[in-house]
Nanobody, 126 residues
């Protein structure tokens, strides 16, 4: 079992920045691809970013966040981060961290993930 706990959400003005953290426990994440997803009120969950845990460090981003968000990891801390810059009101959502055993193939598909965190709220005011 892998337990994931997100933190770092909050209220920020448009144009501001936030860094989300996802701390994992139970197992090391060496064999897991890690992803961030978000769900806004009344909308379906959508993919945000993903990163393989292999030495190749393949990353994926949704078009809507490319160039503004950066996913990274700290192997020693078993933690994944999502640096969010130039935030927009449309980025407002609950952000979820997820772990997918194995390769980062199909990392944009939420139904391929094995473990999920409880989510952290991000609100961007205009």
């Amino acid at each position: 079992q892998v337990q994931l706990v997100e933190s770092g959400g909050g209220l920020v003005q448009a144009g501001g920045s936030l860094t989300l953290s996802c701390a994992a426990s139970g197992r090391t994440l060496n064999s897991y691809a890690m992803g961030w997803f978000r769900q806004a009120p009344g909308k379906e969950r959508e993919f945000v970013a993903a990163k393989s845990w292999s030495g190749g460090s393949t990353t994926y981003y949704a078009d809507s966040v490319k160039g503004r968000f950066t996913i990274s990891r700290d192997n020693a801390k078993n933690t994944v981060y999502l640096q969010m810059n130039s935030l927009k009101p449309e980025d407002t959502a609950v952000y979820y961290c997820a772990a997918k055993y194995g390769s980062s193939r199909q990392a944009t598909a939420g139904d391929k993930y094995d473990y999920w965190g409880q989510g952290t709220q991000v609100t961007v005011s205009s």
